[in-house]
């Protein structure tokens, strides 16, 4: 069987994505599994175990210049690339127009069709167009995660049941990360170093300076060195202010996605606000808390159940993996107990490499 997964991002989406192809994986072990992903993402998917073939596109980039010359001839490169082969199924997993039309360009084999959602979720975008294009359109309950949405489209497409077992199938390298993320524990005496993953494309999913400062100072006093990663200028700058007068703190350099996967893969945990590193650290299977403004994570958080009224949020087997939720935004106290809630817990069971 030859599949074809259309999700073309953002790099949360993409990652909520990568366990449904771990259970086709499960349910059919001689499948071939391409993925059409926007090329920014592409370091990532490459990462995910049972891809057999990436195919990069920038429909992004490519939209603001439509009929200009370069853009005909990406498009002309990406259609040939996409046509190599032919599909057995082709499963849109995004639900816009977007991913609808690479769909339809896809090639099927004799008796291949296409899949797509046949309505939309609650919080998630979606568009008419995909279910124009598809040949089966697959209904899914409304209020549903995103990593569940994804698994219950490639399992009524494909014929399986979702297994109960969960893993993302997130490769690490562990021996391309950072050079300083080696033997720092072993060089410095710390227990290891937590990244803390404070950048965010909304400033309304963000967490207050001050409150990163004294997490910082909290978990040095811990013995636990803090990375700080960074993709723009405005990161950067916010990442200094974190570190400043911090006795062991790392500002790493702005990293290519699969070098920041390795060095991130090296980190004793993970915290940090909604955004896909946070969502890459629950991939890794790494201890994790996914700091909420809003009481969203029931949809792009780790697969929690509410187990407090305080908003903190971990499940059966899970809880070195929480989501904290408070308005107008967490305390640096309920962040930094559910922090120690993740040294204290087991691993959840599911990791990179199952």
């Given at each position: 069987?030859?599949?074809?997964?259309?999700?073309?991002?953002?790099?949360?989406?993409?990652?909520?994505?990568?366990?449904?192809?771990?259970?086709?994986?499960?349910?059919?072990?001689?499948?071939?599994?391409?993925?059409?992903?926007?090329?920014?993402?592409?370091?990532?998917?490459?990462?995910?175990?049972?891809?057999?073939?990436?195919?990069?596109?920038?429909?992004?980039?490519?939209?603001?210049?439509?009929?200009?010359?370069?853009?005909?001839?990406?498009?002309?490169?990406?259609?040939?690339?996409?046509?190599?082969?032919?599909?057995?199924?082709?499963?849109?997993?995004?639900?816009?127009?977007?991913?609808?039309?690479?769909?339809?360009?896809?090639?099927?084999?004799?008796?291949?069709?296409?899949?797509?959602?046949?309505?939309?979720?609650?919080?998630?975008?979606?568009?008419?167009?995909?279910?124009?294009?598809?040949?089966?359109?697959?209904?899914?309950?409304?209020?549903?995660?995103?990593?569940?949405?994804?698994?219950?489209?490639?399992?009524?497409?494909?014929?399986?049941?979702?297994?109960?077992?969960?893993?993302?199938?997130?490769?690490?390298?562990?021996?391309?990360?950072?050079?300083?993320?080696?033997?720092?524990?072993?060089?410095?005496?710390?227990?290891?170093?937590?990244?803390?993953?404070?950048?965010?494309?909304?400033?309304?999913?963000?967490?207050?300076?001050?409150?990163?400062?004294?997490?910082?100072?909290?978990?040095?006093?811990?013995?636990?060195?803090?990375?700080?990663?960074?993709?723009?200028?405005?990161?950067?700058?916010?990442?200094?202010?974190?570190?400043?007068?911090?006795?062991?703190?790392?500002?790493?350099?702005?990293?290519?996605?699969?070098?920041?996967?390795?060095?991130?893969?090296?980190?004793?945990?993970?915290?940090?606000?909604?955004?896909?590193?946070?969502?890459?650290?629950?991939?890794?299977?790494l201890p994790h808390v996914q700091i909420y403004n809003f009481d969203t994570a029931w949809r792009t958080g780790p697969l929690t159940e509410v187990s407090a009224p305080t908003g903190v949020r971990s499940g059966p087997g899970q809880s070195h993996l929480v989501s904290v939720f408070a308005q107008p935004t967490p305390t640096v106290e309920a962040v930094w107990q559910a922090w120690q809630g993740c040294q204290l817990a087991p691993a959840s069971g599911f990791g990179p490499n199952d």
């Amino acid at each position: 069987m030859k599949i074809l997964i259309v999700k073309l991002s953002s790099l949360g989406d993409v990652v909520h994505a990568m366990a449904a192809v771990q259970d086709i994986r499960r349910a059919y072990p001689a499948a071939q599994i391409d993925w059409v992903v926007e090329r920014n993402f592409a370091p990532l998917v490459r990462r995910c175990k049972g891809v057999r073939r990436v195919i990069g596109c920038e429909l992004r980039r490519w939209r603001k210049d439509m009929f200009s010359r370069e853009t005909r001839q990406a498009w002309s490169a990406f259609k040939t690339d996409l046509q190599q082969d032919t599909y057995d199924a082709v499963i849109d997993l995004q639900g816009l127009s977007k991913s609808a039309l690479v769909a339809w360009f896809a090639q099927l084999a004799p008796n291949g069709q296409r899949f797509a959602m046949a309505n939309a979720t609650e919080g998630s975008s979606f568009e008419a167009p995909t279910r124009w294009v598809a040949d089966v359109q697959v209904t899914l309950p409304t209020h549903v995660h995103a990593v569940t949405r994804a698994r219950l489209l490639c399992a009524k497409a494909l014929g399986y049941t979702v297994p109960h077992e969960l893993s993302f199938g997130l490769l690490a390298q562990k021996n391309q990360a950072l050079p300083d993320m080696k033997n720092v524990a072993l060089r410095t005496g710390l227990k290891g170093v937590v990244a803390l993953v404070h950048g965010t494309s909304r400033a309304d999913k963000s967490w207050p300076l001050r409150h990163w400062r004294t997490l910082a100072s909290r978990l040095n006093e811990a013995d636990f060195g803090i990375a700080l990663p960074q993709g723009s200028v405005a990161e950067e700058a916010f990442s200094r202010d974190v570190a400043s007068g911090m006795a062991h703190a790392q500002l790493w350099p702005r990293l290519p996605l699969d070098a920041l996967i390795d060095s991130m893969a090296c980190c004793a945990g993970v915290i940090g606000v909604d955004s896909g590193l946070s969502h890459i650290a629950v991939a890794l299977n790494l201890p994790h808390v996914q700091i909420y403004n809003f009481d969203t994570a029931w949809r792009t958080g780790p697969l929690t159940e509410v187990s407090a009224p305080t908003g903190v949020r971990s499940g059966p087997g899970q809880s070195h993996l929480v989501s904290v939720f408070a308005q107008p935004t967490p305390t640096v106290e309920a962040v930094w107990q559910a922090w120690q809630g993740c040294q204290l817990a087991p691993a959840s069971g599911f990791g990179p490499n199952d």
